[in-house]
């Protein structure tokens, strides 16, 4: 049987720990309504400037409707679908962003897509890829294999031809990532301009 003050006690402690999480909460809930636009803006800009870096035809950008990819189940996550226009107001090219599943976690990349459906560039916006070795797939060496290939962009261990590019030594996962988010960028393109 409990007593009267054994009651109290855990009353006691119970309201303590609650005002505690109130209060952490609180400070939680101060801290992210700070930091929320200050973390949009900069991935606005990032966004912004990989667009640039991967179609550079491209003066500025407007979203493309997207609304014919949603009848495909793509095998990497579509985050939007820009058109790149030159100073004269026609479409060069997309830029498109996508996010693959790596070693490490998602690989975020901007793909850029001219009329032809070839890659003009890639950039890496984010990855949680291992240092010194997945990592490697932010360097101008592997990006800059992709660009100038069409659909269906195979990784191979050495040697590539054609429509292949290199694995990054030991980080073959990471490479079939970054490979796997071009190919989707590339399907995506396809079906928008066929549904225009």
């Known amino acids: 049987m409990f007593k009267k003050s054994d009651i109290l006690n855990i009353f006691s402690v119970g309201l303590k720990l609650f005002l505690i999480t109130a209060i952490a909460?609180?400070?939680l809930a101060v801290i992210n309504s700070i930091t929320k636009p200050v973390i949009e803006v900069n991935t606005y800009k990032k966004?912004?400037?990989s667009m640039q870096k991967v179609l550079q035809t491209a003066s500025s950008f407007e979203e493309a409707d997207m609304s014919a990819l949603a009848l495909v189940d793509f095998p990497c996550a579509i985050t939007g679908v820009y058109n790149g226009y030159?100073?004269?107001g026609n479409v060069t090219g997309f830029a498109v962003m996508v996010?693959?599943?790596g070693y490490g976690g998602d690989v975020s990349l901007a793909v850029?897509?001219?009329?032809?459906l070839k890659v003009t560039g890639i950039d890496v916006i984010s990855h949680s890829e291992t240092p010194g070795l997945g990592a490697k797939c932010v360097k101008d060496e592997f990006k800059g294999q992709f660009v100038g290939k069409s659909a269906d962009i195979q990784v191979v261990k050495s040697g590539?031809?054609?429509?292949q590019i290199d694995a990054i030594t030991s980080a073959t996962i990471t490479s079939r990532a970054v490979t796997n988010g071009v190919n989707t960028a590339i399907s995506?393109?396809?079906?928008?301009k066929e549904a225009e």
């Open 160 to 163: 590539a031809k054609d429509n």
């Open 99 to 101: 996010s693959s599943g």
């Open 25 to 27: 909460a609180v400070i």
């Open 86 to 88: 030159d100073a004269d």
């Open 47 to 49: 966004q912004n400037e």
């Open 112 to 116: 850029g897509i001219d009329n032809e």
């Open 188 to 192: 995506a393109v396809k079906f928008i």
